[in-house]
């Protein structure tokens, strides 16, 4: 949604709008992953046609991650992703866990809507 004429005049007005395209951004977070070449890599607020066309592909290509995408459910078709090196990690199952803001677990405080859980082997 950066590339949006609302984003570039409103929330992001202060970047110019060469550093807001969605291909020259996907990039940078690509060469970023494989740069520190992670075992397992979680990101937030990913575009789930990124995920699907760019980053799992390109992933699974040049670094050998296998992945999975979690939807937040709402308007923006936007969530989480889990990337892991398939040489080092395996995935046993996935369970996506909607909870609402503010459902407070042992761990803490969530704040957001979407938590996901991948147990690996």
């Known amino acids: 949604y950066a590339g949006t004429s609302y984003a570039q005049q409103v929330l992001f007005k202060y970047c110019p709008t060469q550093l807001l ?28 046609k ?8 390109h992933l699974a290509l040049a670094g050998g991650f296998n ?8 308007k923006v078709r936007e ?6 090196r398939a040489d080092k990690w395996g995935c046993a199952a996935v369970q996506d866990v909607k909870l609402r803001v503010g459902v407070c677990l042992t761990a803490g405080l969530l704040t957001s809507n979407i938590w996901y859980v991948s147990r690996t082997q």
């Not at 990124?50 to 799992?56: K, Q, Y």
């Open 21 to 48: 395209d969605n291909n020259y951004r996907r990039q940078l977070v690509l060469q970023e992953i494989l740069r520190y070449q992670p075992d397992i890599c979680c990101l937030q607020e990913v575009d789930d």
């Open 50 to 57: 990124v995920f699907s066309e760019f980053l799992s592909p």
């Open 67 to 74: 992945g999975h995408y979690t939807s937040k459910q709402g």
């Open 79 to 84: 969530g989480s992703a889990m990337f892991w």
